[in-house]
């Protein structure tokens, strides 16, 4: 009986190596909202799920609107909001980060102002990249993930697939 966000996994993917690489990212997603959903600021997981041969992630509903929506609604914000964005979100990050976790699609969709208290809570850990801080010679010469949204990803990130912590932040 408790309200939650059911995610669906629908694969694009044509390739093989591409729906291999979709599935392992939505299984980790799982992985990572487990690990980062005791924070009162990210979601927490309540299922992870195969049926009939589809994958799902059952996680907490956060009721309220996504920064994307409050700025068409209400234009840019002052630097009193700037002020108050950054020292609602940048500890959730820092929170994230200190779990060797990257978002590395962070947007105002992926930002959801919660009714209930008004903090924003990060939302969408779809594409989070797991932050190894030792990679043997050959992990760290592998190519990294080409992914993200254009305007919030960095261009290392969008072009050689390489992300970190300052990643998110920019």
Known sequence: ????AIKHFLPTARSPAALKKSVQLFSQEALRLRE???????????????????LYIGQEFIPGP????????QGPFSEAQIVAFLRDLLPVLQFVHDRQT???DL?????????????????????AKYQNLAPTPSQAAQPGTKIGTEGYSPAEQLRGGKAYPASDLY
């Open 1 to 4: 009986d408790t309200p939650c």
């Open 36 to 54: 980062l959903g005791e924070h009162l600021q990210i979601p927490a997981l309540l299922a992870y799920f195969q049926e009939e041969g589809c």
């Open 66 to 73: 996504n920064l994307a929506q409050e700025f068409q609604r």
């Open 102 to 104: 990257i978002h590395r």
């Open 107 to 127: 947007k105002p969709a992926n930002l959801i102002r919660r009714k209930r208290d008004g903090r924003l809570v990060v939302i969408d850990f779809g594409v």
